[in-house]
């Protein structure tokens, strides 16, 4: 039950894009193409961005994108807006026996 | 549209036990996953417990095998978290939620539970 490592925080300026990575092993990220991200903004429930690593729910800005390369997985949001500063954390299908699902540890997107 | 709502939440020393239930409505409960994640002041998501559809296969946190006991009842749309035994480091709040596939799609908003030593 190890958790995806992202890292702990990254910022960007408005109009800018960044990218969040989020690493698993080939028993979790690398081996299903079950990868969701999520924004959580203080006081919140998380909200699904992304699942099934590069699909948008309805309602989700397309400024949000995902990709999956190997073990790592990547949310990128373009043209950066004031509102995108949140805690963002991706999750993975484990294909186990136990819990179905292991998230990241979550990472802090400053807008400057 | 698809609702999470929790209640049983609140503050119990340690050693104590608390029921947390989560009412569904707007999807057919028994077809889906449903899970419990929690968030501990200032911390991470961490997924807690799952269990499938019909009730026949659930899973726990190491951290809290043993302790607390997911079941659903697919009559009344309910889900249920029994948490015994409980210690300070299972403060948090616990979130309800849909499970497809590793992924949740459904969130509820949540219920804190305080565990004072």
């Keep these: 039950q190890s958790a995806l490592t992202q890292p702990a925080s990254v910022s960007g300026s408005p109009g800018q894009s960044i990218t969040i990575s989020c690493t698993g092993t080939s028993s979790d990220v690398g081996a299903y193409n079950y990868v969701s991200w999520y924004q959580q903004h203080p006081g919140k429930a998380p909200k699904l961005m992304i699942y099934d690593v590069d699909n948008r729910p309805s309602g989700v800005s397309d400024r949000f994108s995902g990709s999956k390369s190997g073990n790592t997985a990547s949310l990128t949001i373009a043209g950066l807006q004031a509102d995108d500063e949140a805690d963002y954390y991706c999750s993975s299908y484990t294909g186990s026996n136990t819990l179905e699902g292991v998230f990241g540890g979550g990472t802090k997107l400053t807008v400057l | ?117």
């Excluded at chain 2, 609140?10 to 409505?25: E, F, I, K, M, P």
């Excluded at chain 2, 961490?46 to 899973?59: A, L, P």
């Excluded at chain 2, 804190?112 to 030593?117: G, H, I, P, Q």
């Design chain 2, 1 to 117: 549209e698809v609702q999470l709502l929790e209640s049983g939440g609140g503050l119990v020393q340690s050693g104590g036990s608390l029921r947390l239930s989560c009412a569904a409505s707007g999807f057919t409960f028994s077809d889906c996953t449903m899970g419990w994640v929690r968030q501990a002041p200032g911390k991470g998501l961490q997924w807690v417990s799952d269990i499938h559809r019909n009730g026949g296969r659930s899973s726990y946190a190491d951290s809290v095998m043993g302790r607390f006991t997911i079941s659903r009842d697919n009559s009344k749309d309910t889900l249920f978290l029994q948490m015994n035994s409980l210690r300070a480091e299972d403060t948090a709040v616990y979130y309800c939620a849909r499970v497809v596939w590793g992924q949740i799609d459904n969130w509820g908003q949540g219920t804190l539970v305080t565990v004072s030593s």
